[in-house]
T-cell receptor, first 112, second 114 residues
């Protein structure tokens, strides 16, 4: 049983560009959450998707957007990249009835 | 606002020594509490969680944590550390009954000396 898978594992972009990160949840999970982990910091909640809708959002600008597909996979899009967007982006999946989150290994985004 | 404080940024212990990592939280009501471990370049692995009941919680890899309501603390302990325990450890909370966002501390990096 595959856990949470994220792609790509590493990505390098330049300022002003746009990026799309992808996440496939663990089998049986219907809820996907995205977190940003800057160097030396704990993960910070970006948003959560359930039933293809954004359920809750953290304190991130509108440049950060997402989508959930009918198969529960999800994308995180970041527009107009800034140097400060460089971070490890973690995807976590869960069942809405289960508080336990399973995390993927993350996508390391570097903005130059 | 909810917050999690991990006072120790970096801890160094010798292999075989005991370990305690501190975590304090600020929350309107007792939340659900978690400890995660992260190895370099990896995602987060759940070590243990506290929802209710016995305030001493056993987790994987020989870790345990004790919830103390009066101190708003949830400290992680291990009686004898192994070199493979070197990693970063994160304490996190979420609203009781909620499945929304986890609020994480900034983490404690553990170094294990041979």
């Amino acid at each position: 049983d595959a856990g949470v898978t994220q792609s790509p594992t590493h990505l390098i972009k330049t300022r002003g560009q746009q990026v799309t990160l992808r996440c496939s949840p663990k089998s049986g999970h219907d809820t996907v959450s995205w977190y940003q982990q800057a160097l030396g910091q704990g993960p910070q909640f970006i948003f959560q998707y359930y039933e293809e809708e954004e359920r809750q959002r953290g304190n991130f600008p509108d440049r950060f957007s997402g989508h959930q597909f009918p198969n529960y996979s999800s994308e995180l899009n970041v527009n107009a990249l800034l140097l400060g967007d460089s971070a490890l982006y973690l995807c976590a999946s869960s069942s809405l009835l289960n508080e336990k989150l399973f995390f993927g290994s993350g996508t390391q985004l570097s903005v130059l | 606002a909810q917050s999690v404080t991990q006072p120790d940024i970096h801890i160094t212990v010798s292999e075989g020594a005991s370990l305690e990592l501190r975590c304090n939280y600020s929350y309107g009501a007792t939340p659900y509490l978690f400890w995660y471990v992260q190895s370099p370049g990896q995602g987060l692995q759940l070590l243990l969680k506290y929802f209710s009941g016995d305030t001493l919680v056993q987790g994987i890899k020989g870790f345990e944590a004790e919830f103390k309501r009066s101190q708003s603390s949830f400290n992680l302990r291990k009686p004898s550390v192994h070199w493979s325990d070197a990693a970063e450890y994160f304490c996190a909370v979420v609203r009781r009954g909620g499945s929304e966002k986890l609020v994480f501390g900034k983490g404690t990096k553990l170094t294990v000396n041979p």
